[in-house]
């Protein structure tokens, strides 16, 4: 009774620090766009020159506007007039730009004083003005024709109708703008009746074991709770002799697990900087999120893949379930992925990223990618059992796999027409979650809780069922 008390407690206040740390992410989902790689300046904008540049709006709602600049490395007094017209010319927002302390080459946001709504596949224009800009004392806008996602260019392909003009003649290429825009989601407006509902399902369900518990019948979940308290005890030895046997003998012993992923880090970031660097935003954390993620994959199922056949002096010997064996061999592998999360927040620190109340979010991934994991490695283990082979093949396919995940490089150098396959490698989403909260300080949204846990949950299942299948076979073939 006390402890189904203490869950359904703990439920309501997840339920309720959740809401409040994912916040606007639950409301709505924000869309940046791509900015074109910077190729020269449009010219100085004087108090005689006007600057306009269409945009397309993929969602409803514009939230504000990004530009590349440049203020020819000095001090210019001015204030840039910003318009913002639809497709009748009509002004639908007005902003102002104060030229002082703005960096050459940054980027510079245009605040809107209230977000454009309903402009959802419309075409805007802005429209940049100087008020007092002189020759000598005027800033400028820069501009390009491809994006970089890699050293190697990709052609924009900038329709016409969205060339940079100046003065009304199109320029060769297109504004360095990034459009921020968003859509309203129903999930925040439905989140607490879905609570609501769900914790009344929980209650009941709290309710039937309890009543089920006094009259001697075991649930599921009981049964579940019984059999880690039953072998509790050996999960533990076996996670502490993994975790022993791999450190044994090795002079820095447990300070691998934070020096592994910094040093590979600083060799990719070194090998692969002059490639993939130009528009990744933090770099250095990119990369090594990716990595810390990956390594804990990777672990993981290499060393599930050999957690019977490794232990098949004690298969023949004593009774104890099967599948603790895939599991005590996870955990130690999730022990490591922990322990490398300590160099990863370092990174943070040292890159001055915000540690916000987002981090808090982490938790929620880090479960998945350890159903993932598990999951992948009881089909590891199922196969490796019957065909010996599976370990070299799985060498080949993790190595594939690991270049078919956006560690290193930007998913923006895949072709569209590959996004779809691309999109189903479970890790990339795992992967994509971490790096949202790490990079962009801000709660992924809705959408990308589901497919995390659909990524673990999927193989979680297929693997539970292949493994309960063929575990009766093992004895005959270790």
């Known amino acids: 009774m006390r402890d189904c008390l203490i869950f359904f407690i703990a439920y309501v206040v997840l339920v309720v620090s959740f809401y409040f740390i994912a916040g606007d992410s639950l409301q709505r989902v924000i869309n940046i766009t791509d900015m074109v790689d910077a190729k020269t300046t449009s010219g100085e904008i004087t108090t005689e020159r006007t600057v306009k540049q269409d945009f397309i709006m993929r969602n409803d709602t514009l939230e504000y506007l990004v530009v590349k600049g440049a203020t020819y490395d000095r001090e210019n007094n001015d ?146 709770v019984s059999f880690f308290e039953r072998y509790s005890f050996l999960i533990k030895q076996l996670v502490s002799r993994d975790f022993k046997n791999k450190y044994k003998r090795s002079a820095l012993g447990v300070l691998w697990s934070f020096l592994n992923p910094l040093l590979t880090m600083l060799v990719l970031y070194l090998v692969f900087s002059t490639l993939f660097q130009s528009n990744i935003r933090n770099y250095p954390v990119y990369l090594l999120s990716g990595l810390v993620c990956w390594n804990f994959f990777s672990e993981a199922s290499s060393m599930c893949l050999m957690s019977i056949t490794g232990n098949a002096a004690l298969l023949t010997k004593v009774y104890v379930p099967m599948f603790i064996y895939p599991l005590s061999r996870a955990i130690s592998s999730l022990i490591n992925f922990l322990l490398a999360l300590v160099p990863l927040f370092a990174v943070l620190i040292i890159t001055k990223v915000s540690l916000t ?27 490796m059992v019957f065909f010996r082979d599976t370990q070299f093949l799985w060498g080949v396919i993790a190595m594939l796999w690991m270049y078919l995940t956006p560690i290193f490089y930007l998913e923006s150098i895949i072709p569209r027409q590959w996004m779809l396959l691309y999109k189903m490698n479970p890790m990339y989403h795992i992967i994509s979650f971490f790096r949202i909260i790490l990079i962009e300080n801000v709660s992924p949204e809705p959408k990308a809780y589901l497919l995390c846990l659909l990524a673990a949950i999927i193989p979680l299942t297929v693997g539970i069922i292949i493994f309960k299948k063929t575990k009766d076979k093992f004895i005959l073939y270790i």
């Open 79 to 224: 204030t840039l007039l910003i318009t913002i017209l639809d497709q009748q010319g009509t002004a639908l927002a007005t902003s102002e730009l104060d030229t002082k302390g703005l960096e050459n080459g940054d980027d510079w946001t245009i605040s809107l004083s209230n977000p454009i709504f309903g402009v959802k596949g419309q075409t805007l224009t802005l429209v940049v003005r100087s008020e007092r800009g002189t020759p000598g004392n005027a800033v400028t806008f820069v501009y390009g024709d491809s994006y970089a996602a890699s050293r190697f260019e990709v052609g924009a392909q900038i329709p016409e109708n969205e060339l940079l003009r100046v003065d009304d003649v199109p320029l060769d290429g297109t504004l360095c703008l990034s459009v921020v825009s968003s859509t309203k989601l129903a999930f925040g407006q439905y989140y607490w009746y879905g609570a609501a509902t769900v914790g009344v399902l929980l209650l009941i369900y709290l309710i039937v074991i309890v009543v089920n518990t006094k009259r001697g019948k075991e649930t599921g979940i009981v049964r579940l």
């Open 357 to 383: 109340a987002e981090f808090f979010l982490l938790p929620f991934g880090i479960v998945c990618l350890f159903l993932f994991s598990l999951g992948i490695g009881l089909i590891l283990a199922s196969s």
